[in-house]
């Protein structure tokens, strides 16, 4: 927990109780909630898959499985003559053999891919970054015990999984041992996907990954190869036994909170800011996750930031772009039960894998670890000064509000999150604080907010936070002043120097006029 912090502290935040005693949603089948293992089950142990007598492995509303009769590829026969045959026999047969280097395993790849990039990072990692004990290791022990964890797919995942569609309030529950199967299928490129659905459905291509070697981000990408190979060692080590539920989160703009009519005050909204730590760190906390509408942004790229990050130190993260539709404006991700694998230090290019991370996190009554990742993303502003305009305040309030709602609202655990969409998306993380801070008080959570090491930041929420909370300024008043920033022409670093100004105005112009309604938005 952070040390350096203004506000209240975890202990605070926690009322005095265990930070795993929040209110835990509950796990079912329903139309709405597809479970892939047998449910319920006894927990510890390993839950077996839930066998269908009708699997849908090929259509438009499911996951594409590399084992379906129906994914078949073009060869050549000895003739020279195509002919269609099942993808998952050739898949089988080029991985059968002993593979013992890097050439092996590529050619091995292109027999079921077909024509591919050459794999520039995959061989760097293999015949540089790894030492040559590691490298004969790697080839003799741990990639023969990956194939056999990809190969036993349509034994662990005997069902089908949906497609989590826009605009669909809808779950999936995976074992974790079913996501590592789907993992291992990922890392060595059998997932096949459609390329029209690439800009709605990332996917788990890894073959962009390993080829992503020709520009300034090189070197992140080989660390983040070294994340998801240690993955691979430790659950091959020891068989994982959680259960992780992907849910996608739908509110309907007509029944998002009418922003400028609250009178709520944020007085009830408990604060914890801090320039050390990161969001990761905070236990029982729902976790923001820095997201791209497309979920996991540029993770099998060279992408580096905090999403990217997120997704190779606990790679399960990873599974959900392959059935999490594009996100629209008031949709968000929840995802509930992953581990986290490795340790980091650096951002962006100074990335790198550190050392092994033991997740000490509890389980849930239903076999989740209580992690719980939201996935919400924020618009990327080309023009600074767009952020400030009404309707694109009302977008990230929505987006902020959708990640953090709950149906249950009470004993609901504090949001853990940072400068969202500040960065290469060039928000403005005075007014994004504001924003996070008024949808955590309609959806009746306390936020614990990261500044990234900017100590200044943190003294300039907090110290912003107590001038509303001294002078009640309530949501409606607050937006309806930061909604007339935009017509100031005045640069972000006076936001809240604005703020405190009209509310000065504004006191003084009640004493000579009667109240106005809030009608900004």
């Not at 992907?246 to 005050?265: D, S």
């Not at 907010?449 to 300039?460: A, E, S």
């Amino acid at each position: 927990m952070s040390e350096n912090y203004s506000g209240s502290s975890f202990i605070e935040l926690y009322s005095g109780r265990d930070p795993w005693d929040f209110y835990i949603p509950p796990l079912s089948i329903s139309k709405h909630g597809t479970v892939l293992y047998e449910f319920p089950y006894e927990f510890p142990g390993i839950p077996k898959p839930h066998i269908v007598d009708n699997p849908k492995d090929w259509d438009d509303d499911h996951v594409k499985m590399p084992f379906s009769p129906k994914n078949l590829l073009t060869v050549k026969d000895g003739d020279e003559l195509e002919k269609k045959m099942p993808a998952w026999e050739i898949i089988c047969k080029s991985l059968e053999g002993p593979i013992t280097s890097f050439s092996e395993l590529q050619e091995a790849i292109r027999t079921y891919t077909g024509p591919i990039p050459k794999l520039l990072a995959l061989e760097y990692f293999l015949d540089k970054v790894l030492e040559k004990e590691e490298s004969i290791k790697f080839f003799d022990d741990l990639l023969p015990r990956i194939i056999k964890l990809a190969l036993r797919l349509p034994e662990i995942i005997p069902g089908s999984i949906p497609l989590l569609k826009q605009h669909h309030n809808k779950s999936i529950s995976l074992s974790q041992l079913q996501v590592s199967s789907l993992l291992a299928n990922g890392f060595l490129c059998t997932l096949p996907w459609r390329e029209e659905l690439l800009e709605t459905y990332p996917g788990v291509d890894f073959v962009r990954l390993y080829s992503s070697f020709n520009g300034p981000g090189r070197f992140c990408v080989l660390e983040k190869i070294k994340c998801i190979v240690h993955y691979f060692r430790k659950i091959l080590n020891s068989e994982p036994q959680g259960i992780i539920t992907f849910e996608r989160i739908f509110i309907p703009k007509k029944e998002m909170p009418k922003w400028g009519t609250l009178k709520n005050t944020l007085d009830n909204t408990k604060v914890h800011i801090t320039s050390s730590g990161c969001i990761e760190d905070a236990s029982g906390c729902l976790q923001v996750d820095f997201a791209n509408r497309n979920v996991g942004g540029g993770v099998l790229g060279f992408g580096c930031v905090q999403e990217e990050i997120r997704f190779v130190i606990c790679p399960e993260l990873l599974i959900s772009r392959l059935f999490v539709e594009r996100l629209d404006h008031t949709e968000t991700v929840v995802i509930r039960g992953v581990e986290r694998f490795s340790s980091y230090i650096g951002y962006g290019e100074t990335f790198k894998w550190s050392a092994n991370f033991t997740d000490e996190t509890p389980f849930d009554r239903f076999g989740r670890r209580q992690t719980t990742v939201v996935v919400m993303d924020a618009t990327c502003f080309f023009k600074e000064e767009k952020q400030y305009l009404p309707h694109e305040i009302l977008r990230e309030l929505g987006k902020a509000y959708a990640g953090f709602h709950c149906n249950h609202a009470d004993n609901l655990a504090p949001v853990a999150t940072g400068n969202w969409g500040c960065g290469a998306f060039q928000g403005n993380a005075k007014l994004k604080s504001l924003i996070q801070l008024m949808a955590c008080n309609v959806a009746h959570r306390d936020l614990v907010y990261y500044t990234h090491g900017d100590l200044k930041l943190q003294d300039d929420i907090y110290e912003m936070y107590l001038f509303i909370v001294a002078n009640k300024i309530t949501i409606c008043e607050l937006l309806s002043i930061i909604c007339k920033f935009a017509d100031a022409k005045l640069s972000s670093d006076q936001f809240y120097d604005f703020i405190r100004q009209s509310w000065s105005e504004r006191k003084s112009m009640a004493k000579i006029a009667p109240k106005k309604t809030c009608n900004c938005m």
